[in-house]
């Protein structure tokens, strides 16, 4: 795995210059298969195409809501809609995902979709733009 490229791409991430199709195309190339939103560890772990190897990168947003108790799927779909419509950065798609109960979440690179995960267990699977089951 290219761990320069991945952290690069982290950082734009956070400071919002990058957009989703940008990060997955990037991370595509430094050879990541999935990767791990943690919403309550603070933190993002990139993992090999290969079973490998891994990377952890902190998510340093400080002004994130605690993760709420409830998942709200409609809320969260609402959100996702806002980051591939208007352009929304990632720092305003977490605040608005902890708000709805996501606590973390699954980017399967490969198999095109997302899959978010509340604190009861419940989930939610989207689709990239453009890919269906």
């Known amino acids: 795995m290219n ?3 991945i952290q690069e791409t982290a950082l734009n991430t956070l400071a919002g210059t990058i957009s989703f199709p940008e990060v997955v195309g990037q991370l595509l190339r430094a050879g990541v ?3 791990h939103v943690d919403y309550v560890a603070l933190r993002k772990t990139f993992y090999a ?3 490998s190897a891994m990377v952890t990168t902190p998510l340093n947003y400080e002004d994130l809501p605690p993760v709420a108790a409830d998942f709200n799927v409609a809320s969260l779909r609402a959100n ?9 950065s990632f720092h305003d798609f977490s605040r608005r995902a902890t708000a709805a109960g996501v606590q973390g979440y699954f980017a399967f690179l490969r198999g095109k979709r997302v899959t978010y995960l509340g604190r009861q267990g419940d989930q939610h699977i989207e689709w990239f733009p453009g890919a269906a089951p």
């Open 33 to 35: 298969e999935y990767y």
């Open 80 to 88: 996702i809609l806002d980051s591939q419509t208007k352009g929304q």
């Open 49 to 51: 195409a290969d079973g």
């Open 3 to 5: 761990t320069t490229l």
